[in-house]
């Protein structure tokens, strides 16, 4: 077996056993890159020289305590790393190459456990999209099929995981961007509550609503992963002092008498009729291990995505500010004043959808409009939550698909950027209400490309999708599945 094939969980059972060296493990991963990355464009930086160098010193101490010790991992790009470029895949940032001077809460969590970052991936400019088609390094391909998109914004985190460049990749999760990547490459992916991992020192798009979360090959692995991620963190006010669970312990395989719930908002007429019976597939599966699925209403559904698409660019708008070209960044010469400067920055340094985000929020939180959008999206976004309060009173969890189709060919939506919002439309009612949901895959299409199932659970629920996730993964041949590159 190749070892960069391995899931985490097995890796660490090897490099226990010195069956293999870190060294060896992460060397399998830069090889792969090498081999395969130049037709996926995953990984937009490659940090293997400070990877390896880790790698030896970690097998010269001989102890592997952490299931992470001596894992390689890729980090989405809007995470900072000390020393390492950084440029959320903007060209305010890359032009004149910003090199943090320290690292994000969770790579700092993951290095003390000795986990190994091994270069950056791709995502749409500041995570903007649902393709990495933003992105200024070009866009990310489907392992499945490099005409199509890897998804987004993660999408080089979840190529790069389903591609086996990697043992596991971290990405965030704003409206999406974690599950949807996941479901188009057939990885497990997890959007976390709100507050349970901390965004700090993570480039913040829209800050009410951006969460931290690992992509890996297995449930067992997001587990993993998570126990290391999350928890308090003081330089993050949002996230919770709540204990972190043992999560791999939820991980039973048995869902005897958990009862599931089956939106029925989302099964409309006219869906995509391979992605229904994927669902109704798993719904099949789950039932024959003892769990009791049934059809409930989540009757706000609907006005999720438009929720987002008001919410969503007016956090853009003010966190966008910072990228003025005076403190970090892209410089332009020869302006007028100062503000003929910040203009000519910004209109360099921004693509299209960061410049269409920034604008529509600085119109809907501007005085004249800001009740009839802003503060009626967020009555609207209150609405959503009580909808899951009131389902979560009756099920453990609940399922749904986690796209509308599988992945799209590459230029599907160029100049139609209303038609690509709607790829997030089961994905943006979790985000809206803070709750955890997870995908994972659930099929595949007469032509071959994945599809997944996204289980969502109530907030802090992450032990309940966890152990619904790995005992469906468990009971199918879909997780395994690779693509032929
Ligand atoms: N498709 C969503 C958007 O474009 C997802 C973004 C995200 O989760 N970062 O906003």
Redesign the pocket.
């Known amino acids: 077996m190749d070892m960069n094939t391995m899931t985490i969980a097995k890796a660490h059972t090897a490099l226990k056993a010195k069956e293999i060296s870190a060294t060896e493990l992460v060397q399998s991963c830069i090889d792969r890159i090498e081999n395969v990355d130049g037709v996926l464009n995953a990984v937009i930086h490659k940090s293997f020289d400070s990877a390896l160098e880790q790698a030896k010193n970690i097998d010269q101490g001989g102890e592997f305590n952490s299931p992470l010790t001596g894992i390689p991992y890729l980090t989405k790009d809007n995470y900072n790393e000390k020393g390492v470029p950084t440029t959320a895949c903007s060209n305010v940032l890359r032009d004149k190459v910003y090199i943090p001077p320290f690292s994000s809460t969770t790579n700092e969590r993951l290095s003390a456990a000795g986990a190994i970052s091994i270069g950056k991936s791709n995502t749409?400019e500041f995570?903007?999209?649902?393709s990495t088609e933003t992105s200024c390094y070009g866009v990310t391909k489907n392992p499945w099929d490099t005409t199509r998109v890897a998804g987004?914004?993660s999408g080089g985190s979840a190529a790069g995981v389903a591609a086996d460049e990697c043992l596991f990749a971290l990405g965030?999760?704003?409206?999406?961007?974690i599950r949807?990547p996941a479901a188009f490459c057939n990885c497990t992916g997890l959007r976390p509550t709100y507050g349970r991992t901390s965004r700090y020192g993570v480039m913040s798009?829209a800050s009410s609503l951006d969460t931290i979360g690992p992509l890996c090959k297995s449930v067992e692995d997001l587990a993993i992963v998570m126990e290391t991620i999350s928890g308090h963190d003081p330089m993050d006010g949002t996230t919770s002092k709540n204990d972190v669970p043992q999560y791999s312990k939820a991980l039973t395989g048995d869902i005897k008498g958990m009862k599931i719930g089956l939106p029925k908002e989302y099964f409309i007429d006219g869906m995509d009729a391979e992605v229904e019976q994927s669902v109704r597939d798993a719904v099949k599966v789950l039932e024959e291990q003892g769990a009791i699925v049934k059809e409930i209403s989540l009757p706000h559904t609907k006005y999720a995505t438009p929720c987002?698409y008001v919410l969503?660019p007016c956090e853009v708008s003010s966190n966008m500010a910072r990228y003025d070209g005076i403190r970090f960044g892209h410089t332009v010469n020869g302006a007028k004043d100062l503000v003929d400067y910040y203009h000519q920055v910004r209109t360099d340094g921004f693509g299209d959808e960061v410049k269409r985000r920034i604008m529509i929020g600085t119109y809907a939180l501007s005085a004249g409009y800001f009740d009839a959008y802003y503060r009626q999206a967020q009555k609207v976004r209150t609405l959503i939550k009580k909808d899951f309060d009131d389902a979560f009173a009756n099920v453990d969890i609940i399922i749904s698909p986690v796209t509308p189709g599988p992945a799209f060919t590459i230029g599907a939506y160029e100049g139609d950027p209303v038609a690509?919002?709607l790829?997030?439309i089961f994905l943006d009612s979790q985000v809206m209400a803070g709750i955890p949901a997870l995908s994972v895959p659930c099929g595949c299409t007469k032509d071959n490309l994945p599809l997944g199932l996204q289980m969502m659970g109530p907030q802090w629920g992450e032990e309940a999708i966890l152990r619904a996730g790995d005992a469906y993964e468990k009971a199918t041949e879909w997780s395994g599945r690779k693509a032929s590159l």
């Open positions: 749409d995570t903007m999209g649902g987004g914004s965030t999760d704003t409206g999406g961007s949807q798009m987002y969503c690509m919002y790829e997030d």
